[in-house]
């Protein structure tokens, strides 16, 4: 209770209150859980000693407020995909705008989900901690005088799918700094647990998986969101139709699926009815797509559907996936298929479909490529355009702010460039309410899928083959849907427009954790230059933390971990700066010379 009351005082001193918008109050310790989801003990994160972390349930226009202790030996930062922190991009918990919370330290979030609604996920943004846990859901209801485009469900699920070795992120970390493939993960868990022993050749006896219990006849929204490293994952309950109703706080055109490609760090909604006899349980299956069946069978998660009447446990044979694990047209017809609800409202009451996009014009247009890994200065690393980007050690909206100059350029080429990859860091200069079309080229041989944070971009358009300024023909001009992770297919491209309503400094980034710690990523500055009095952007937060260059600006803070101390843990403050700089040489893999 004292340490929310001391998370309300912060509060307090970093902005007044709006009296007309709600406070939501968390108090998260960030630290090291000994688990062993598929068999074999490792340290995974948890919050509060939970994994997965706890919900974030609130609802439109409210203020979040997370007070963090890090009580792990590394850095952290928090990252809230999808949320857009509007005017806020000082909470967007990403290298390229805070300086990382050092071990043992305390930090405040505090953020609005202004005109939001949806399913969104939380996770740690550094060094592959992502692969370790440290995520949780988060559900932005609507107001309540806003309609719902369906009826209200009988219960609210969250299902978190991902890949999972058995490898510590620390050491997943050390094969990327080392040149090395993370190769094929060990498993697929499902809310953080291993899967039922459907088959007793390919699951060991003893691993706990999941069950999720549901009365008959009722109808659940079942939340599911791919919190993976790298592998894209059909989900699919065995016996019951999916019926697409939300993805990424965008209200779709309800259609039923039997299953669905979820790719990484994308989140859906659907409505389930457990309309089935209750003779025995059911299977929940996430299996790895666009994969070598045979040699991927175990990199499968399944839970147990478990009706309150069930006459037995689930046996037999595990639902059937798409027929061909590489029919690579059948899963993206199916992602063409997801549209936007136009009819509908969100976050406010007029119909999503009154924002005409297709009316809007270009205003920037870049084409980002990235292809397989490449070696850089005898490094191993990943680009966009050829270029690999490093996180400084000053971020760099914190650069503005303090007018730090040369910690990165306004050069990113809207083409690949000619010539050899190198390391830059090189962002894109976007035009404050302009419109923006991103282009994602994949010619890499396997899946990527690309997240833009503080915005909703429109999905108009993906095909395979290299895109060319005639694809535009093929755009989606009425019903694209707004989210903010797409999938581009190997040796294809998917296209998105954007309008940049929203001032701050914005990451794009490989939603694989792979890719994004070996430099694909970029970042996106939009300033308004008319605004002096922060009406479009708001200051740099009383608590701000300071690192890089303006280190010297940072109060010191005494170490208080409470799930355990490390030596790294009681540094003193110098010491601790020099161990964040490390993390961000770590991240980077290769500094850029002056």
Same mark, same amino acid.
């Given at each position: 209770?004292?340490?929310?009351?001391?998370?309300?005082?912060?509060?307090?001193?970093?902005?007044?209150?709006?009296?007309?918008?709600?406070?939501?109050?968390?108090?998260?310790?960030?630290?090291?859980?000994?688990?062993?989801?598929?068999?074999?003990?490792?340290?995974?994160?948890?919050?509060?000693?939970?994994?997965?972390?706890?919900?974030?349930?609130?609802?439109?226009?409210?203020?979040?407020?997370?007070?963090?202790?890090?009580?792990?030996?590394?850095?952290?930062?928090?990252?809230?995909?999808?949320?857009?922190?509007?005017?806020?991009?000082?909470?967007?918990?990403?290298?390229?705008?805070?300086?990382?919370?050092?071990?043992?330290?305390?930090?405040?979030?505090?953020?609005?989900?202004?005109?939001?609604?949806?399913?969104?996920?939380?996770?740690?943004?550094?060094?592959?901690?992502?692969?370790?846990?440290?995520?949780?859901?988060?559900?932005?209801?609507?107001?309540?005088?806003?309609?719902?485009?369906?009826?209200?469900?009988?219960?609210?699920i969250t299902i978190f799918i991902g890949d999972w070795y058995n490898k510590n992120h620390t050491d997943l970390r050390k094969m990327l700094d080392n040149g090395k493939d993370l190769g094929?993960?060990?498993?697929?868990?499902?809310?953080?647990?291993?899967?039922?022993?459907?088959?007793?050749?390919?699951?060991?006896?003893?691993?706990?998986?999941?069950?999720?219990?549901?009365?008959?006849?009722?109808?659940?929204?079942?939340?599911?969101?791919?919190?993976?490293?790298?592998?894209?994952?059909?989900?699919?309950?065995?016996?019951?139709?999916?019926?697409?109703?939300?993805?990424?706080?965008?209200?779709?055109?309800?259609?039923?699926?039997?299953?669905?490609?979820?790719?990484?760090?994308?989140?859906?909604?659907?409505?389930?009815?457990?309309?089935?006899?209750?003779?025995?349980?059911?299977?929940?299956?996430?299996?790895?797509?666009?994969?070598?069946?045979?040699?991927?069978?175990?990199?499968?998660?399944?839970?147990?559907?478990?009706?309150?009447?069930?006459?037995?446990?689930?046996?037999?044979?595990?639902?059937?996936?798409?027929?061909?694990?590489?029919?690579?047209?059948?899963?993206?017809?199916?992602?063409?298929?997801?549209?936007?609800?136009?009819?509908?409202?969100?976050?406010?009451?007029?119909?999503?479909?009154?924002?005409?996009?297709?009316?809007?014009?270009?205003?920037?247009?870049?084409?980002?490529?990235?292809?397989?890994?490449?070696?850089?200065?005898?490094?191993?690393?990943?680009?966009?355009?050829?270029?690999?980007?490093?996180?400084?050690?000053?971020?760099?909206?914190?650069?503005?702010?303090?007018?730090?100059?040369?910690?990165?350029?306004?050069?990113?080429?809207?083409?690949?460039?000619?010539?050899?990859?190198?390391?830059?860091?090189?962002?894109?200069?976007?035009?404050?309410?302009?419109?923006?079309?991103?282009?994602?080229?994949?010619?890499?041989?396997?899946? =990527?899928? +690309?997240?833009?944070?503080?915005? %909703?971009?429109? #999905?108009?358009?993906?095909?395979? /083959?290299? *895109?060319?300024?005639? @694809?535009?023909?093929?755009?989606?001009?009425?019903?694209?849907?707004?989210?903010?992770?797409? =999938?581009? +297919?190997?040796?294809?491209?998917? %296209?998105?427009? #954007?309008?940049?309503?929203?001032? /701050?400094? *914005?990451?794009?980034? @490989?939603?694989?954790?792979?890719?994004?710690?070996?430099?694909?990523?970029?970042?996106?500055?939009?300033?308004?230059?008319?605004?002096?009095?922060?009406?479009?952007?708001?200051?740099?937060?009383?608590?701000?933390?300071?690192?890089?260059?303006?280190?010297?600006?940072?109060?010191?803070?005494?170490?208080?971990?409470?799930?355990?101390?490390?030596?790294?843990?009681?540094?003193?403050?110098?010491?601790?700066?020099?161990?964040?700089?490390?993390?961000?040489?770590?991240?980077?893999?290769?500094?850029l010379s002056p």
């Amino acid at each position: 209770m004292w340490r929310a009351l001391a998370a309300a005082v912060v509060v307090a001193a970093v902005r007044p209150a709006v009296a007309t918008d709600p406070y939501a109050f968390f108090d998260w310790d960030v630290g090291y859980v000994t688990a062993a989801p598929l068999g074999v003990k490792q340290q995974v994160i948890g919050i509060n000693g939970k994994f997965p972390g706890p919900a974030v349930n609130i609802s439109t226009n409210w203020n979040v407020v997370v007070n963090v202790l890090n009580d792990l030996d590394e850095p952290l930062l928090i990252t809230w995909n999808g949320i857009q922190h509007r005017k806020n991009c000082w909470q967007d918990g990403v290298l390229g705008t805070n300086c990382p919370i050092p071990s043992g330290w305390n930090w405040t979030y505090e953020f609005q989900v202004k005109d939001q609604i949806g399913s969104f996920f939380y996770f740690p943004s550094t060094g592959l901690q992502r692969a370790a846990g440290g995520y949780g859901g988060v559900v932005v209801n609507n107001r309540d005088v806003i309609a719902v485009p369906f009826g209200r469900p009988d219960g609210d699920i969250t299902i978190f799918i991902g890949d999972w070795y058995n490898k510590n992120h620390t050491d997943l970390r050390k094969m990327l700094d080392n040149g090395k493939d993370l190769g094929m993960p060990d498993g697929v868990l499902i809310n953080g647990k291993g899967p039922y022993r459907y088959n007793d050749s390919l699951v060991p006896a003893g691993i706990e998986y999941e069950t999720i219990n549901v009365d008959p006849g009722k109808t659940y929204r079942i939340r599911v969101h791919n919190v993976g490293t790298s592998t894209s994952l059909n989900f699919r309950i065995q016996g019951h139709n999916l019926l697409l109703v939300e993805t990424e706080g965008s209200y779709t055109t309800q259609q039923n699926y039997t299953n669905l490609d979820v790719h990484v760090g994308q989140s859906y909604s659907f409505l389930i009815t457990m309309d089935q006899n209750s003779s025995s349980d059911y299977y929940v299956v996430a299996s790895a797509r666009m994969v070598n069946d045979s040699l991927w069978r175990r990199v499968t998660g399944v839970a147990v559907l478990h009706y309150s009447n069930s006459g037995g446990k689930a046996s037999g044979p595990l639902p059937d996936p798409p027929q061909d694990q590489f029919d690579k047209t059948f899963s993206m017809n199916q992602a063409r298929s997801v549209r936007w609800n136009l009819s509908a409202g969100a976050a406010r009451p007029n119909p999503q479909g009154s924002f005409r996009y297709s009316s809007i014009n270009v205003t920037q247009a870049y084409l980002l490529r990235n292809t397989a890994p490449v070696v850089i200065n005898g490094r191993r690393r990943a680009t966009l355009n050829g270029l690999s980007f490093t996180p400084p050690e000053t971020p760099l909206r914190l650069a503005d702010a303090y007018g730090v100059r040369g910690v990165y350029s306004l050069d990113f080429p809207e083409r690949p460039i000619h010539g050899a990859p190198k390391m830059a860091r090189s962002i894109i200069n976007g035009t404050y309410r302009g419109f923006m079309e991103l282009i994602f080229q994949n010619n890499d041989t396997r899946m =990527q899928s +690309y997240h833009m944070d503080g915005y %909703a971009f429109f #999905v108009v358009g993906m095909d395979y /083959g290299e *895109w060319t300024e005639d @694809s535009r023909g093929t755009y989606n001009k009425g019903d694209g849907v707004a989210r903010s992770t797409v =999938q581009v +297919y190997p040796g294809a491209w998917a %296209a998105v427009l #954007v309008s940049l309503d929203n001032v /701050g400094i *914005w990451n794009v980034r @490989s939603e694989n954790l792979d890719s994004w710690y070996l430099g694909q990523e970029v970042y996106v500055r939009v300033v308004n230059p008319e605004d002096t009095g922060n009406k479009t952007e708001m200051a740099i937060p009383d608590n701000a933390l300071y690192c890089g260059q303006l280190h010297k600006y940072q109060k010191e803070q005494t170490p208080h971990h409470k799930m355990g101390t490390s030596a790294e843990a009681a540094l003193p403050t110098a010491a601790a700066s020099r161990m964040v700089a490390a993390m961000l040489l770590l991240v980077g893999a290769v500094m850029l010379s002056p």
